[in-house]
């Protein structure tokens, strides 16, 4: 019990002192590093092997990544805690709906915030899908480009889902290796069924964890420091 505390404790002093722009440098020259070294021949490996790699099943969980379903989750969520304390009967748990409705806040933030950055560097940088390898053997960069076809890099689905779940760790850090797993899961999932190469999924990754972070400093725990 107490060592699973004192990993509690060690994660939350992660989230509020991780040097974010080391990390970032590092990052970026992993996605490289793999970006000339390793995809394209994964990504071919993967295609010619698909009946034995239970394509479907990570088709399912690819779609724990898809941001509306969350955003609809949490909108709901935020109306209840909004209209809860003016309900007579449910007064006296004005503070508990208070803390709720930061917490969905912060999980739209997280979502919302990160995905805008997602969807700006997708159409800045305006790589090719896996899909353009096979059928026109094309791989690399269309910059400036609105077609979604082209918009590979970064995962949307990776920066949603690491959003949500680093947000959920943070607020939740007991459940932080299960949420971590559901996140990395749907990352395999974009890879698995060829939607997008790695390097797109760890830099989705990396962003939807980065906004989560941020927002956790300078938003979501000050917010929780006011109510208290």
């Known amino acids: 019990m107490l060592n699973n505390e004192s990993k509690v404790e060690r994660f939350l002093q992660i989230i509020r ?8 440098f590092f990052v970026i020259v992993v996605i490289i590093f793999i970006g000339f070294f390793f995809e ?5 490996l993967i ?5 034995y790699l239970f394509i479907d099943t990570f088709r399912i969980i690819t779609v724990i990544g898809d ?6 989750i949490f909108v709901t969520g935020l109306s209840v805690s909004l209209l809860g304390p003016k309900i007579p009967i449910l007064e006296k748990y004005e ?4 803390r709720y409705k930061s917490i969905f806040l912060y999980l739209i933030l997280s979502c919302i915030v990160s995905g805008v950055l997602h969807h700006a560097i997708k159409v800045i ?3 090719y ?3 353009y390898l096979f059928t026109e053997d094309l791989y690399g960069f269309s ?3 609105f077609d979604i076809a082209m918009n590979s890099f970064p995962s949307g689905h990776s920066q949603t889902i690491f959003s949500i779940c680093v947000a959920l760790s943070i607020i939740y850090p007991r459940h932080l290796i299960l949420l971590l797993m559901l996140a990395i899961m749907v990352g395999v999932s974009r890879i698995m069924i060829l939607a997008h190469f790695p390097s797109d999924v760890i830099f989705g990754a990396y962003l939807g964890t980065v906004t989560a972070i941020l927002l956790n400093r300078y938003y979501f725990r000050v917010l929780l420091s006011k109510q208290k």
């Open 129 to 131: 899908r896996p899909r």
């Open 125 to 127: 940088v305006g790589r």
């Open 143 to 145: 910059p400036l480009n």
């Open 47 to 51: 295609d010619q092997h698909q009946t």
């Open 17 to 24: 002192h991780q040097p974010l722009g080391l990390t970032l």
């Open 40 to 44: 394209r021949n994964l990504a071919l």
């Open 95 to 98: 503070r508990e709906f208070k």
């Open 67 to 72: 941001a509306t379903w969350w955003l609809v």
